[in-house]
């Protein structure tokens, strides 16, 4: 049984930074692709990061670049997304995804498919 658990999320003052963290269970972690999912409320649920197997590729979404970085330490089963620079329109509720799709096309937009596996979500929100 596949388990995917975040942790991190709370609340932040703009501009402020905080940690994401995703631990997965009962898969081959170091196997596939991760990412970072997010949904604001009234919105669909959007990708913005994945990093691939062995962590020396990544995407970001375009309204993170430069802001969010993607990490992963396979010995751990553990993905993380360090978010700096935080803004109001960050707020979401943040969701781990295992085992996905992610690649760029020839205008370099990134691309995310639905994961496999998702996670509970963890909720961020940046307010002052």
């Known amino acids: 049984q596949v388990q995917v658990l975040e942790s991190g999320g709370g609340l932040v003052q703009p501009g402020g930074s905080l940690r994401l963290s995703c631990t997965v269970s009962?898969?081959?972690?170091?196997?596939?692709?991760m990412g970072w999912f997010r949904q604001a409320p009234g919105k669909e649920r959007e990708g913005i990061s994945c990093?691939?197997?062995?962590?020396?590729?990544?995407y970001y979404e375009d309204s993170v670049k430069g802001r969010f970085t993607i990490s992963r330490d396979n010995a751990k089963n553990t993905m993380y997304l360090q978010m700096n620079s935080l803004k109001p329109e960050d707020t979401a509720m943040y969701y781990c995804?295992?085992?996905?799709?992610?690649?760029?096309?020839?205008?370099?937009?990134?691309?995310?498919?639905?994961?496999?596996?998702w996670g509970q979500g963890t909720q961020v929100t940046v307010s002052s």
């Open positions: 995804a295992a085992d996905l799709s992610c690649w760029t096309t020839t205008s370099n937009m990134a691309i995310f498919r639905p994961p496999n596996y």
């Open positions: 009962g898969l081959t972690f170091d196997a596939v692709a």
């Open positions: 990093i691939l197997k062995s962590g020396g590729i990544k």
